[in-house]
């Protein structure tokens, strides 16, 4: 045996560094090394060295240069001090081999459970040694193909201590988890010695799955297994404190492919796979920041905090979450859920996290980027969709936006929905952030603060009534403000709710509408409507009704301070066929306070004589004219259809010459009709009274 030396680099101690070769690791991917591999890290337990009596007496490096190791069995260091070190992660490879045993892999005689590298001060089936937390230990620069084992994890630290680190690895084809540190395992080697770890580095770490089609089969040779198939957490913390990730890169999958090798086509184009895994499981762990880290291709939420299992700390408490990417994601990419299988959530799981300035992209539709129950006193500073359950306690959301509005383009028009992006059922929340607001044909936004606290005070804006309406603004329905009476001293409490009609508008308390007005007076004069108005009239709407049913509407027009108004309107070349015409009052927002109807009108001018040949006059709103006959003496009743109608100058005459004399028991009448045909205005002809 040949042992290298380094140059100073703790004081002044020399590190003693093994070479894997020199105890007979080939590295050729062929050779079993594990014997080799193992008397390598047991040798650097013979100390104090003979010649050597001022180096570490425990630990030191044991070196892998280029090569490919296989390994058939569980590799233990289980004293402090120990580094694995390669040459670099692409070519110092360590590559545990399984065995296929009835079409599953076994690794050292396990299907699951075991571990490639375990450190531990566990000292076999008997228990745990003198001590139970071990330190100072760590690998750096090495690659991991997990290709021909299963559910076995790579790296296990079981209760590591302080100077443990992780750092430049890649992790290739794992379907087990790639790193578990935990204080206990569902076996309990431990017994009855409950501690916690601390102290954990993971730094500069690639795990990656994405292996390719073409020679996917010959990578996971042995099950025809693929990346897809995996259903254990790729990083798995219990009970460990005071611990961080930084720039570890998680892809959990490729493409979809079958396990022929044949890429799976939806309409040509390849698609990604996911995998039904969490990427990080945070199980009753305290302290611990994950940071420019990097998730992608998952169908279970990315990174899961819940409570401890089998250690001894159940609270899952301090956790930061900052920087991250989660691309390409089915589910969330963070869910926090403190409940328990039992339903007893009667002790606190899960609290004190803190995420924020995180990227979610990919064109999968993600569910919620951040999903918490069962939790308390959670900080999120991101955008995305949020859910947060009933058992959520104290949450503070500030994010980007609220909501999102959605354009539609309905016969021309763009109208406006809004999607909501965060579902708050939980207790005591606060939310800020961007909402935007439309009334379905306008979009604004405000900088919204939404809380389900019990405040002792609450404290409303006094404002004017020219107010209630700002520009650029929307009212939302529940808005509530206190008004400033305007002929009387004080003010009253109004709120912004839907009317009988439909529409939304301010009222008071007892429901009364805070706006009044009257359009006094209205006549079509040449190409406008021209008036008079009193009260909150801001602006005003002209419905004009066909008989065949079109409904023309325009906004618009013009108001002084003295009550006159003006709208422009152009008759309709077909004006003859209008059954109606209306104008109303509007108030700010487009609520309307009063309305006006236009009558239809017969004036007969100048006054009929009997012997005149034509009855003559004026009408507004009438298609045609009959003249009717009504007696008493027995004749009944006669109809005489007939009259000319200009309609440029709204005049008319009616030929009645022989129809109309001085008979008393007879009456001459003068009908009418609107554009349906239905009698609008009857008018005596002889004494111009309308009837």
């Excluded at 709407?541 to 009550?563: E, M, P, Y």
């Amino acid at each position: 045996m040949e042992l290298d030396f380094k140059e100073p680099i703790l004081g002044d101690y020399l590190v003693k560094t093994i070479n894997v070769r020199n105890f007979g690791a080939k590295g050729d991917g062929d050779t079993d090394d594990t014997v080799s591999i193992q008397a390598a890290i047991d040798a650097l337990y013979k100390s104090p060295l003979v010649d050597k009596p001022s180096m570490y007496k425990e630990g030191g490096i044991v070196y892998f240069p280029p090569g490919n190791y296989k390994i058939t069995k569980t590799i233990r260091i289980d004293k402090s001090g120990i580094y694995l070190v390669g040459d670099t992660p692409t070519t110092a490879y360590l590559c545990p081999a399984g065995d296929l045993v009835d079409g599953k892999i076994q690794f050292d005689g396990k299907l699951s459970g075991n571990a490639v590298f375990e450190f531990s001060y566990f000292t076999g089936a008997n228990g745990t040694g003198q001590r139970t937390q071990i330190a100072n230990i760590g690998m750096r620069h090495l690659g991991i193909d997990m290709r021909f084992v299963d559910k076995t994890t790579a790296v296990r630290i079981l209760r590591p201590y302080n100077s443990c680190i992780l750092e430049d690895i890649m992790f290739f084809n794992i379907r087990g988890k790639a790193i578990e540190a935990v204080s206990n395992t569902e076996d309990k080697p431990f017994n009855d010695k409950n501690l916690v770890g601390q102290g954990l580095v993971m730094r500069d770490i690639h795990i990656d799955n994405t292996t390719t089609l073409d020679n996917r089969r010959n990578k996971m040779s042995l099950d025809s297994g693929m990346p897809e198939d995996a259903t254990l957490p790729v990083i798995h913390l219990e009970n460990l404190n005071e611990s961080s990730l930084t720039n570890v890169k998680i892809l959990a999958c490729g493409k979809k492919g079958d396990r022929e090798g044949t890429y799976i086509l939806t309409d040509g184009v390849t698609s990604n796979a996911l995998a039904p895994r969490h990427g990080l499981l945070l199980q009753g762990c305290q302290g611990i920041t994950v940071k420019e880290c990097a998730f992608a291709q998952f169908s279970k939420a990315a990174i899961k905090i819940e409570r401890g299992t089998f250690g001894k700390q159940v609270e899952n408490l301090y956790t930061f979450i900052h920087e991250n990417t989660f691309e390409e994601n089915s589910e969330t990419g963070v869910t926090i859920d403190g409940s328990t299988t039992s339903g007893d959530i009667s002790r606190k799981g899960v609290g004190k996290i803190v995420i924020s300035e995180n990227r979610f992209l990919g064109n999968l539709p993600l569910r919620y980027s951040h999903w918490l129950n069962h939790c308390d006193l959670v900080t999120i500073r991101d955008r995305g969709n949020i859910y947060i359950g009933e058992g959520a306690l104290n949450t503070t959301i500030d994010t980007v936006d609220l909501n999102t509005a959605i354009s539609e383009k309905i016969d021309g028009r763009t109208t406006y929905s809004l999607q909501p992006k965060i579902e708050d059922n939980g207790v005591r929340t606060v939310i800020m952030g961007k909402e935007y607001l439309t009334d379905g044909a306008n979009v604004s936004n405000i900088y919204a603060i939404k809380t389900r606290l019990t405040a002792k005070r609450f404290s409303l804006p006094v404002i004017e009534k020219q107010e209630l309406y700002p520009d650029n603004e929307v009212s939302v329905e529940g808005d509530i403000a206190l008004l400033r009476e305007e002929r009387e001293k004080g003010t009253k409490i109004i709120i912004f709710k839907t009317l009988e009609n439909g529409s939304l508008g301010w009222v008071d308390m007892a429901g009364n509408s805070i706006f009044s007005g009257e359009i006094t007076s209205a006549v079509l004069s040449g190409n406008s409507i021209i008036g008079t108005f009193t009260g909150d009239i801001h602006t005003f709407q002209v419905t004009t009704v066909f008989n065949d049913g079109t409904v023309l509407t325009k906004v618009g027009g013009t108001l002084d301070k003295n009550g006159n108004f003006s709208f422009y309107y152009p008759k309709p070349s077909n004006f003859q066929n209008v059954v109606s015409l209306k104008v109303d009052g509007l108030d700010k927002g487009r609520n309307k306070i009063t309305e006006f109807s236009f009558p239809h009108k017969l004036q007969i001018l100048p006054e009929y004589n009997i012997g005149d040949s034509f009855i003559t006059g004026n009408y507004f709103l009438i298609k045609s004219l009959r003249l009717v006959v009504e007696s008493t003496d027995g004749e009944g009743r006669i109809e005489y259809l007939g009259g000319d109608l200009d309609s440029k100058t709204e005049t008319f005459k009616y030929y009645a010459l022989g129809k109309i004399n001085n008979q008393p028991l007879k009456t001459f009448i003068l009908e009418g009709m609107d554009a349906n045909g239905e009698v609008a205005v009857r008018i005596n002809v002889l004494t111009r009274e309308v009837l």
